[in-house]
């Protein structure tokens, strides 16, 4: 599931928990939310729409420990935005995603040293009518609120659920913020790396990565642009360099591993026009006939640019 992926490797990205294990890369949320472009003003207020400013607020009032605060803040949000333009409840919703994101780091933190409960009773194998009370209601209490138990060996993390958000959001944000938030919950749901393997098949990858290639080129003004851009740049790092576990280039014969090899064929036949595509046949061709060192050398030239980390 996810961890709470550009071009610095933040897809490997890891964020401490309070049991001294580092959070799993594979749930996290691709990027996090760019904060608003909103003026600041001389008063102090953050955003020049008074209404957004309520809702910051309000959002500050909200206890950071309890994950009902998800739901206060969500039901806020459809009180306060509802009927607005599109890019005040795209500006709203960074307000809120903030705000998500901070609180599912604490409950993460909170996790074990609240709950006492042992990782064998949140991963799953015993059915929901054998739970104890404490325990149902403990993960009642999180899905309801938009999180979500995370396994990954034999530890338990707490993750976010975005079906939350698009029962909340996406009758409110533009066209283009609900395309997003879309494809990054498509995305949460599919494990893509974990244990620095890439779980997901190598089509996929090339999929991912044109994806996000072609939103940025079709929405370059979009309000977290940024974000976007590092989404497609960890998963082209990905596509370019494979992680410590999933090798490019096979450690015991100096060949393109196969999972690879398929990425790399299908790229070129099915997005040859394709930036991605531009990069990775030059390397390709330079793997295939066994130049490594040169091939090697143009990864080097990719990473002076800022093409990967």
């Given amino acids: 599931m996810i961890k709470h992926p550009v071009l610095l490797m933040c897809i490997i990205l890891f ?3 309070s049991h001294q294990k580092s959070q799993p890369v ?3 949320i691709v990027a996090k939310e760019s904060k608003n472009r909103h003026p600041i003003l001389p008063n102090k207020k953050r955003y ?10 309000f959002i500050k009032s909200l206890n950071i420990t309890d994950a009902e605060t998800s739901s206060q803040a969500a039901r806020q ?22 705000y998500y994101e901070k609180l599912n780091s604490k409950l993460d933190d909170l996790h074990h040293k609240r709950t006492g409960m042992t990782d064998s009773l949140l991963m799953g ?35 976010q659920e975005r079906d939350f958000i698009a029962k909340w959001f996406y009758d409110y944000v533009s066209p283009v913020m609900k395309e997003y938030l879309m494809q990054l919950n498509k995305e949460n749901k599919q494990v893509y790396i974990e244990d620095n393997s890439i779980l997901i098949s190598a089509t996929d990858l090339v999929d991912r990565t044109i994806w996000w290639e072609q939103f940025i080129k079709n929405n370059p003004n979009f309000i977290s642009i940024d974000e976007a851009t590092i989404n497609k ?10 992680t410590e576990n999933s090798y490019v280039v096979n450690v015991d014969n100096n060949k393109l591993s196969d999972y690879f090899k398929n990425a790399y064929n299908y790229i070129n036949d099915k997005y040859p026009s394709s930036d991605a595509a531009k990069l990775v046949a030059p390397y390709y061709a330079l793997l295939k006939e066994g130049k490594k060192l040169k091939a090697d050398s143009l990864m080097n030239v990719y990473r002076k640019q800022g093409i990967t980390g």
């Fill in 48 to 57: 020049a729409n008074p209404l957004l400013n309520q809702y910051a607020e």
């Fill in 233 to 242: 740049n960890s998963y082209l790092q990905l596509l370019l360099e494979g």
């Fill in 125 to 159: 194998n015993i059915k929901p009518d054998r739970l104890p009370a404490t325990v149902a209601n403990y993960l009642s209490k999180l899905k309801r609120n938009g999180f979500e138990i995370i396994t990954e060996e034999g530890d338990t993390y707490v993750g």
């Fill in 77 to 98: 949000y459809s009180i306060l935005f509802k009927g607005e333009d599109e890019n005040t409840c795209d500006s709203a919703f960074l307000i809120f995603n903030r």
């Fill in 15 to 17: 964020v401490a928990c």
């Fill in 26 to 28: 594979t749930k996290r």
